[in-house]
C-alpha cells in the first residue's frame, strides 16, 4: 500500500528540465520516467521555445507536474552569475518567463503549476527578502494558483506566506550545505556531490529526519517537501532513480506536492 494512503511520509521529487539551447543539447527526457516534477527552464538561462515544448510536452506524456524555472538573462553564464537587478526588474522578468511557459503549456493542453527560480536569481532571492518579495508578486499577478518552491526556510518561504503564495520547501540531495542553510557556492571544492549510494542515503535522512550535515560537521535542521537534483549532472539519471529506489525502500512515497 502507497505509505501517503496510510499516513506515512511523502515527498515531491524534482529536476531541472528542458536546459538544451540551440546546438547545446542535454537528453534529460529519462528523467522523467522518475522525478514527479519537472522545472522547465523559460529561455532566460537555457531553452528556447522548440525547447520549452518539447519539455512540456514530455512531461505531460509522462504524468510529471510542470514548473516554471525563469532565471536572469544570462544564457552565457547559465544564469548562475549574480546580476545587480532591481526589484522592479526582477519582478518583470519573472511575469515574463512563467507567462512564456504557461503559454506553451496552454498551447500542448498541460497546465503549469508552480515557479522555481534558477541560479544565481535563486540564491539571491533565498537571502534578500527585497527580491524574494518581487518574485512573489510576479507568480501572483500572472496566477494565484501558482506555487512557489524555494529553499527550505529562505526569505523565499517568508515571501510566499507573507503575500498569501503557497510555499513548498525545498532541500538539495546533490549540494552541499553551508552552516548558516544557505548552498555552498559553486566555485567551491565539494559543492556539487556525486556519490550516488552517499546522495541517496542524504536524501534518506532529510526526510525521515528533517536534518541534513552541513560542510563544518553540524547538523541543520530543514523541512523536505521536494527534494532537487540536478538534470545537467554527470551521473543525472542514475542518481535520481538510486534516490527513489532508497526513499520506497523505506517507506517513503515519492508523490508530487500537488496534482498534474
Same mark, same amino acid.
Given at each position: 500500500?502507497?505509505?501517503?494512503?496510510?499516513?506515512?511520509? /511523502? +515527498?515531491?521529487?524534482?529536476? =531541472?528540465?528542458?536546459?538544451?539551447?540551440?546546438?547545446?543539447?542535454?537528453?534529460?527526457?529519462?528523467?522523467? %520516467?522518475?522525478?514527479? /516534477?519537472?522545472s522547465i527552464a523559460c529561455g532566460f538561462h537555457a531553452g528556447d521555445?522548440?525547447?520549452?515544448?518539447?519539455?512540456?510536452?514530455?512531461?505531460?506524456?509522462?504524468?510529471? +507536474?510542470?514548473?516554471?524555472?525563469?532565471?536572469?538573462? =544570462?544564457?552565457? &553564464?547559465?544564469?548562475?552569475?549574480?546580476?545587480?537587478?532591481?526589484?522592479?526588474?526582477? %519582478?518583470?522578468? +519573472?511575469?515574463?518567463?512563467?507567462?512564456?511557459?504557461?503559454?506553451?503549456?496552454? /498551447?500542448?493542453?498541460?497546465?503549469?503549476?508552480?515557479?522555481?527560480?534558477?541560479?544565481?536569481?535563486? *540564491?539571491?532571492?533565498? !537571502?534578500?527578502?527585497?527580491?524574494?518579495?518581487?518574485?512573489?508578486?510576479?507568480?501572483?499577478?500572472?496566477?494565484?494558483?501558482?506555487?512557489?518552491? &524555494?529553499?527550505?526556510?529562505?526569505?523565499?518561504? *517568508?515571501?510566499?506566506?507573507?503575500?498569501?503564495?503557497?510555499?513548498?520547501? %525545498?532541500?538539495?540531495?546533490?549540494?552541499?550545505?553551508?552552516? =548558516? &542553510?544557505?548552498?555552498?557556492?559553486?566555485?567551491?571544492?565539494?559543492?556539487?556531490?556525486?556519490?550516488?549510494?552517499?546522495?541517496? %542515503?542524504?536524501?534518506?535522512?532529510?526526510?525521515?529526519? &528533517?536534518? $541534513?550535515?552541513?560542510?563544518?560537521?553540524? +547538523?541543520?535542521?530543514?523541512?523536505?517537501?521536494?527534494?532537487?537534483?540536478?538534470?545537467?549532472? $554527470?551521473?543525472?539519471?542514475?542518481?535520481? #532513480?538510486?534516490? !527513489?529506489? #532508497?526513499?520506497?525502500?523505506?517507506?517513503?512515497?515519492?508523490?508530487?506536492?500537488?496534482?498534474?
Amino acid at each position: 500500500m502507497n505509505p501517503a494512503q496510510t499516513g506515512g511520509p /511523502s +515527498v515531491d521529487l524534482n529536476a =531541472d528540465m528542458g536546459e538544451s539551447f540551440g546546438r547545446y543539447r542535454l537528453d534529460d527526457v529519462e528523467l522523467l %520516467e522518475t522525478v514527479t /516534477s519537472a522545472s522547465i527552464a523559460c529561455g532566460f538561462h537555457a531553452g528556447d521555445p522548440v525547447t520549452m515544448r518539447e519539455a512540456v510536452t514530455a512531461a505531460l506524456q509522462h504524468g510529471v +507536474v510542470i514548473g516554471a524555472h525563469p532565471a536572469y538573462p =544570462d544564457l552565457a &553564464g547559465f544564469g548562475r552569475r549574480d546580476m545587480a537587478l532591481a526589484p522592479n526588474e526582477i %519582478e518583470a522578468i +519573472v511575469v515574463y518567463q512563467v507567462g512564456a511557459l504557461q503559454g506553451v503549456c496552454a /498551447s500542448v493542453g498541460a497546465r503549469l503549476r508552480y515557479v522555481k527560480p534558477h541560479g544565481a536569481l535563486y *540564491n539571491r532571492a533565498a !537571502r534578500d527578502a527585497a527580491a524574494a518579495e518581487a518574485i512573489v508578486r510576479a507568480i501572483g499577478s500572472v496566477d494565484r494558483s501558482l506555487a512557489l518552491l &524555494g529553499l527550505a526556510g529562505s526569505a523565499m518561504i *517568508n515571501a510566499a506566506e507573507k503575500l498569501g503564495v503557497r510555499a513548498v520547501n %525545498e532541500v538539495f540531495v546533490d549540494r552541499a550545505y553551508r552552516r =548558516d &542553510g544557505s548552498l555552498l557556492p559553486r566555485s567551491e571544492t565539494g559543492a556539487v556531490l556525486t556519490d550516488v549510494d552517499a546522495v541517496a %542515503e542524504r536524501a534518506l535522512r532529510m526526510v525521515t529526519t &528533517g536534518s $541534513v550535515e552541513a560542510v563544518d560537521g553540524s +547538523v541543520l535542521q530543514v523541512r523536505a517537501e521536494s527534494l532537487c537534483t540536478h538534470g545537467d549532472g $554527470v551521473h543525472a539519471a542514475e542518481m535520481v #532513480r538510486a534516490v !527513489r529506489r #532508497r526513499l520506497e525502500e523505506r517507506g517513503v512515497a515519492v508523490a508530487p506536492f500537488v496534482n498534474s
